[in-house]
């Protein structure tokens, strides 16, 4: 992804305070950010020093020219994890809770104010069913577009190519080349090529 090209679609990131300011700031997240993650590829670039919230033994790996937005939370529970694939965007305000496994792919974009989450959170069953709180992976492939304000569910898996349309809710497994829209979410367009 080309770093220009995504701040040319953010400008409100570049306003509200001169570029010196903000260029100090951000390198100043980014070094709190980098010392959270227990893996850090080349070229981390975070906007917010408090993006992230961890529990013991959770566990955060991101690959190489990762850029973590402003507004952006990683929250992780207890013995959870994060993958965030190499040159994968997290936009301004997006929101990730991780409380078994999220996996990002590479090259993702993952736009304003989505919500990504892995469990129920709260304990939940139907009928004679014990209430527990339901949680399964949620795994990204590489070069997903995930529209603003989408929200991806529990036990999703996202192929490969992807596009998720603005305000979608995913709540099932979305295959690879297409895109989906709607609540709860469909396939609207096959062969989709997005850049
Ligand atoms: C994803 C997007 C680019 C698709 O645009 P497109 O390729 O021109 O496709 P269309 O608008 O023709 O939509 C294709 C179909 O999906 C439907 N659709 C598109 N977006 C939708 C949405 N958000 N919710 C529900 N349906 C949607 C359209 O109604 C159309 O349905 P039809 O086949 O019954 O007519 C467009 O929805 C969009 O611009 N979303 C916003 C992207 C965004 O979040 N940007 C933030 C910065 S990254």
Not at 57 to 72: A, K, T
Not at 169 to 176: H, Y
Request: aromatic letters at 6%.
């Amino acid at each position: 992804m080309n770093r220009a090209a995504v701040l040319g679609c953010h400008l409100d990131g570049l306003l509200g305070g001169s570029r010196l300011r903000r260029s100090l700031y951000d390198r100043y997240a980014t070094w709190m950010i980098r010392r959270q993650l227990d893996q850090c590829g080349e070229g981390l670039w975070a906007r917010n020093h408090r993006a992230i919230s961890k529990d013991s033994n959770s566990r955060i790996f991101v690959g190489n020219g990762v850029i973590i937005d402003r507004d952006v939370k990683l929250w992780l529970s207890r013995g959870s994890s994060l993958y965030i694939g190499d040159n994968s965007y997290l936009a301004n305000g997006a929101l990730i809770l991780s409380q078994q496994e999220v996996r990002i792919g590479k090259d993702c974009s993952i736009s304003w104010h989505t919500l990504i989450m892995d469990s129920s959170s709260y304990q939940i069953g139907y009928g004679d069913e014990e209430p527990e709180i339901r949680v399964a992976p949620v795994l990204i492939g590489d070069h997903v577009w995930i529209g603003c304000r989408a929200v991806i569910l529990k036990g999703v898996s996202v192929g490969d190519g992807a596009v998720v349309a603005n305000n979608a809710v995913v709540t099932r497994d979305v295959p690879p080349g297409v895109m989906v829209a709607g609540n709860p979410a469909h396939v609207v367009r096959e062969n989709v090529v997005w850049k």
